[in-house]
Nanobody, 124 residues
Framework: QVHLVQSGGGLVETGGSLRLSCAAAGDRLSNYIMGWFRQAPGKERDFVAAVGRSASATRYADSVKGRFTISRDNAKNTVYLEMNSLKPEDTAVYYC?????????????????WGQGTQVTVSS
């Protein structure tokens, strides 16, 4: 079983950048496909990005393509979400998640373990 601990996030102005980190403990990160999701107040948790075990494959939600980059460093047991050109509509609690499967899933129920969440607020 893997335990995911998130860091990063905070308050940023429109057009700014933030980087989220998600560190794994208890198991090797390389055993998992990793994803990022976000949940705005009153809304469902939505897919943001996913990365394969070797980082050779990535998948993004249309709303973040070209602005966000997911990456992983298996040696450091950490996955990252670099967020650029942030917009107020990116405001949400962001969650990292680990999946034991073999496909870059966009559905929350496919992921087995979750981080604690971190707030990202983009001011207009």
């Amino acid at each position: 079983q893997v335990h995911l601990v998130q860091s990063g996030g905070g308050l940023v102005e429109t057009g700014g950048s933030l980087r989220l980190s998600c560190a794994a403990a208890g198991d090797r990160l390389s055993n998992y496909i990793m994803g990022w999701f976000r949940q705005a107040p009153g809304k469902e948790r939505d897919f943001v990005a996913a990365v394969g075990r070797s980082a050779s494959a990535t998948r993004y939600a249309d709303s973040v393509k070209g602005r966000f980059t997911i990456s992983r460093d298996n040696a450091k047991n950490t996955v990252y979400l670099e967020m650029n050109s942030l917009k107020p509509e990116d405001t949400a609690v962001y969650y990292c998640a680990a999946d034991l499967g073999h496909i870059l899933e966009i559905v929350t129920t496919r992921y087995d373990y979750w981080g604690q969440g971190t707030q990202v607020t983009v001011s207009s």
